[in-house]
């Protein structure tokens, strides 16, 4: 299977290089090269490369500057949906499309399944929501695959890491952390939820909307909480509350996978097993090996 991901440069699109080597053909474009928000460089790309299947992981998704500029991340998160669906679906290529979990308003304690009513409180979740029901209009067999609260080794291209490596820096720097303890998610790793999206498409999954994200759920209190102890660090950590924030965020995005069951695959594994490998892995492989081994590029367009 040849695999094209566009926005394939951040943690989840280099864990998902790293599921599909042995396995399957991916190539993924920089930024430059292919602009999801550009129709004719993304129908161009596609053509170019003639993938069965179009993944698109790019995403405009720092919250502050989602509210700041709807415009952009519209236009990344919704329209560039739009124009990879489209492209993919007159090549004859499958495609998918990476969502989040902050669709949902956030009101259900109990967490969402896949075919909970959306109801995002914020902008980003907003743009998500409009790029699922763009993909799906332009690509009705297309796959929508949430995630949650993600973290990987190559870290967020967007925000320069993810959550687990700042926790760990803070408490290095003998930081004092206050995080927030009524926020509820499910954490992702991206190493499973890569594994997982190459499983739904080599099993040919039914079209629709999965959710990717490790078993279970806490709040970003107890995530940090459980690094600093996975990883035996002692850290100043502290819980707060969220009331003060001045973007609002789903208050319980906890995501119930359903479907996997559905499509003859495993169930998640839950998430503090996901953060001990990752913890475990991250001592075993020195970092400059790692962001080498991540940043390599089989093949371009």
């Known amino acids: 299977m040849r695999l094209l991901v566009l926005g394939g440069w951040g943690q989840l699109g280099a864990d998902l290089a790293l599921a599909a080597e042995g396995r399957h053909e991916l190539i993924r474009p920089t930024r430059a090269e292919v602009d999801v928000t550009d129709a004719a460089a993304v129908a161009g790309s596609v053509k170019s490369v003639g993938p069965g299947v179009v993944v698109n992981l790019a995403a405009f998704h720092?919250?502050?500057?989602?509210?700041?500029?709807?415009?952009?991340?519209?236009?990344?998160?919704?329209?560039?949906?739009?124009?990879?669906?489209?492209?993919?679906?007159?090549a004859g290529a499958r495609t998918v499309y990476v969502s989040t979990d902050y669709v949902f308003e956030g009101e259900r304690d109990q967490g969402y399944e896949e075919d909970a009513p959306t109801r995002p409180v914020n902008f980003y979740g907003v743009s998500k929501e409009a790029g699922e029901h763009l993909t799906l209009s332009a690509a009705p067999d297309a796959l929508i695959v949430r995630g949650s609260g993600l973290f990987g080794y190559a870290g967020s291209s967007g925000k320069g890491g993810n959550f687990v490596e700042t926790m760990l820096a803070k408490a290095a720097a003998g930081e004092a952390i206050?995080?927030?303890?009524?926020?509820?998610?499910?954490?992702?790793?991206?190493?499973?939820?890569?594994?997982?999206?190459?499983?739904?498409?080599?099993?040919?999954?039914?079209?629709?909307?999965?959710?990717?994200?490790n078993a279970g759920g806490c709040s970003w209190f107890e995530f940090a909480d459980a690094i600093f102890e996975l990883a035996g660090v002692d850290a100043?950590?502290?819980?707060?509350?969220?009331?003060?924030?001045?973007?609002?965020?789903?208050?319980?995005?906890?995501?119930?996978?359903?479907?996997?069951?559905?499509?003859?695959?495993?169930?998640?594994?839950?998430?503090?097993?996901?953060?001990?490998?990752?913890?475990?892995?991250?001592?075993?492989?020195?970092?400059?090996?790692?962001?080498?081994?991540?940043?390599?590029?089989?093949?371009?367009?």
Not at 64 to 83: K, Q, T
């Open 236 to 301: 100043d950590l502290r819980p707060r509350s969220s009331r003060t924030d001045a973007i609002r965020r789903p208050r319980t995005s906890i995501l119930l996978d359903t479907r996997f069951a559905e499509a003859g695959l495993p169930p998640a594994r839950p998430w503090r097993d996901a953060l001990g490998q990752y913890l475990g892995d991250r001592e075993q492989v020195p970092a400059e090996r790692r962001r080498a081994r991540l940043r390599s590029s089989p093949i371009r367009p």
């Open 178 to 213: 206050s995080m927030v303890d009524d926020l509820r998610f499910s954490p992702t790793s991206t190493r499973d939820m890569a594994e997982r999206i190459i499983l739904l498409l080599e099993r040919e999954a039914a079209p629709g909307v999965y959710h990717a994200a």
């Open 62 to 90: 720092k919250l502050d500057e989602c509210e700041r500029d709807p415009r952009s991340a519209f236009s990344v998160n919704a329209i560039g949906a739009w124009n990879a669906a489209r492209a993919s679906r007159g």
